[in-house]
């Protein structure tokens, strides 16, 4: 940690993760203490829950890593560290791809309006099996984790890349087998797929918004019609942050398989990754009434009890 990019791109990465481990475990509490009280959750509500948690250990984990990797190198750099901190974070992250594809489905299913009758089909059930839905998230990840880590065990051992990263030599000139470049696949494949859901899901539910915005407006609905271009700022925010967490994901794969010397990049990749998810918290609790009741609350009271010290 030796330039002053460094320090601020890891200044910036702690604030980050403060913000986005406040506004997840914020969701996930207000989640616990309403079913704790009423014994059942909506099926939005216990994806968010999820999403909450699983992006709460997503933030630990990231933070911990970049805490070893620029402060205990010698540790990080252990076969056994590294591979551990690799599963991790492979688990949570596949996890959280797939939770936020869940959520974009069930708003586009419960908001939009198409009378094709698979989306008909898809609006009456897709709630019901929500709780399956999650189960078969966690189980997938679990999956994938391990085949993944198996396969990083094998990687760790014959592929050039990885000797030098596990050696501390960063000569961006190392070649690497075809077998190591084409194993890479294995680490994005699993994640294309619930970005395509995602996007194809995102596309639809802010056409159908789009739409029924242009008729509001024909109507001289203005309230309607703000609340539906509110709608769409937050929805089409939230899907620029996941695109480009995604690429930015993918491109950090590309580049560390290819053997490219990036380390001025990986606190651009690690602050746009960390980012999505603190930025996406906030969206979620100022678009969902009942989060954006409870934090208002929350901060009339926090400003209740500042008066006095002030």
Request: proline share 3%.
């Amino acid at each position: 940690m030796s330039t002053l990019f460094q320090w601020f791109g890891f200044v910036l990465l702690i604030i980050e993760t403060l913000i986005g481990m406040v506004g997840n475990g914020f969701i996930a509490i207000i989640n616990f203490i309403d079913w704790f009280s009423s014994r059942k959750l909506s099926p939005a509500d216990m994806i968010l829950s999820c999403l909450s948690l699983f992006r709460f250990a997503f933030h630990a984990i990231g933070i911990q890593n970049e805490i070893l990797l620029h402060f205990f190198i010698d540790k990080f750099l252990m076969r056994n560290v590294y591979i551990a901190n690799s599963a991790s974070w492979t688990f949570v992250n596949t996890a959280n791809l797939w939770f936020a594809a869940l959520l974009s489905v069930l708003y586009c299913v419960k908001i939009a309006n198409f009378s094709h009758p698979l989306f008909l089909q898809m609006k009456q059930r897709f709630p019901g099996l929500v709780p399956w839905l999650l189960l078969g998230t966690v189980v997938f990840s679990a999956i994938i984790t391990t085949i993944e880590a198996i396969m990083t065990i094998r990687l760790t051992s014959e592929c050039k890349t990885f000797e030098s990263l596990l050696s501390n030599n960063t000569d961006s000139g190392m070649k690497t087998s075809d077998f190591c470049k084409y194993s890479m696949l294995l680490y994005v494949v699993p994640d294309f797929f619930p970005f395509m859901i995602f996007l194809f899901s995102s596309i639809l539910l802010l056409t159908s918004l789009w739409r029924h915005k242009n008729l509001l407006q024909n109507t001289a609905r203005d309230v309607s019609t703000e609340a539906h271009m509110n709608a769409i700022k937050a929805l089409a925010s939230f899907s620029i942050l996941y695109i480009s967490s995604f690429f930015v994901e993918t491109l950090a794969m590309f580049s560390f398989w290819m053997g490219m010397k990036v380390t001025g990049m990986e606190f651009l990749f690690t602050n746009v990754v960390v980012a999505y998810s603190s930025v996406h918290a906030i969206i979620l609790i100022f678009l969902n009434p009942k989060l954006k009741h409870e934090s208002l609350k929350m901060l009339r009271q926090l400003k209740c009890w500042m008066k006095p010290l002030s």
